[in-house]
């Protein structure tokens, strides 16, 4: 679905990086935060990076999984640590972009440096048990009765949150949501019956899709999705022309604050090491994400515009703590 997308500023940012980005030589593991349950898209990205990032960091890379409160326990938990680079946070730049828009926490896009791994978006699919064959099906059964289609995400301000949220707008129904840690168990929840529909992201729907558990019925991108040994997956703008991409980016978080010759070796490593694994090139082209290595300024750059249209449509919706024009987010013209 996308295309391998490398900025070309990395190339100067591996040049860039000082003398001093050098002589950071971790002495101890560093660990990497995931604000979610095991097994969702951000804990298979991330098992992917500690993996590739031990030999050239030269230290082990932990990964823990510390769920609650739609991301905002892990994320809190970053922010509590000491500034020394070796706690490390992981998630999409939509949902740390918008903790202080829903009132979680006091954070924003700004207060971290990002290095970006990989482009995701999510899916609208229901249990395969269930009589709904595409998205006016999935419409109608909202619109009659909404307890009928419980919906499953990992919150309001994820991934799957804001693109149910964008179809409940455009189609003028309203759903109801159950929110689970993570991706992985709203995923599972529509696969039990638990709930009879989700929204979550495609990585980690695609082996439930495969085995037939989940039957999908658009994606939230402008164009179709194609999985391995699946049928083609219609864009939802195919029904609703309006709707924008609700694509995010995952990625890696170091906090404003960190002694600066962490973030610069990191930069420095970063394009090289990512863009020559054959684990991470074969997750997304089995599961439905692209490879997306950016990092730093150029890493914001990108990624303002999805915070953007995440934060707005929060916003619109009525599902916001604090406007974010009081955050300094300004709208997309």
């Not at 419409?139 to 179809?167: C, E, K, W, Y």
């Not at 029904?239 to 995010?248: C, G, K, Q, V």
């Not at 404003?256 to 420095?268: R, Y």
Request: aromatic share 6%; with cysteine.
């Amino acid at each position: 679905m996308y295309l391998k997308s490398i900025t070309l500023g990395l190339v100067s940012a591996a040049l860039f990086a000082s003398s001093a980005a050098a002589d950071w030589t971790p002495d101890r593991p560093i660990r990497i935060i995931v604000p979610y349950g095991a097994g969702g898209v951000t804990d298979q990205i991330v098992r992917v990076v500690a993996q590739e990032m031990e030999p050239v960091l030269g230290q082990s890379v932990v990964v823990v999984n510390q769920p609650g409160a739609a991301g905002s326990v892990g994320t809190q938990a970053v922010m509590d640590a000491p500034l020394d680079g070796y706690t490390w946070l992981s998630g999409g730049v939509r949902d740390i972009g918008t903790y202080a828009v829903v009132g979680t926490l006091d954070t924003g896009i700004e207060d971290w440096n990002i290095f970006t791994v990989a482009t995701i978006t999510g899916i609208l699919s229901v249990n395969n048990g269930s009589d709904v064959a595409d998205v006016s099906g999935f419409v109608d059964a909202v619109r009659t009765d909404p307890q009928s289609m419980f919906v499953a995400t990992a919150g309001i301000n994820s991934t799957g949150g804001q693109a149910l949220g964008a179809l409940a707008t455009a189609a003028g129904i309203e759903p109801e949501q159950l929110v689970y840690d993570g991706g992985n168990p709203a995923v599972m929840a529509t696969v039990s019956g638990e709930a009879q529909a989700t929204t979550q992201l495609s990585l980690t729907q695609a082996e439930m899709i495969r085995a037939g558990q989940l039957r999908p019925l658009a994606v939230f991108s402008s164009t179709p999705m194609t999985l391995d040994g699946s049928d083609p997956i219609p864009s939802i703008n195919d029904f609703y022309p309006d709707i924008a991409p609700t694509e995010n980016f995952v990625g890696i978080y170091l906090p404003m604050g960190v002694p600066q010759n962490v973030v610069d070796h990191l930069a420095s490593v970063w394009e090289e090491t990512l863009s020559a694994s054959e684990a991470l090139a074969t997750l997304c082209s089995t599961r439905g994400c692209g490879i997306n290595l950016n990092v730093t300024e150029e890493a914001l750059e990108a990624s303002m515009p999805l915070v953007q249209a995440a934060a707005w449509g929060l916003f619109e919706r009525n599902e916001h703590a604090v406007s974010p024009a009081e955050l300094g987010i300004a709208p997309i013209e």
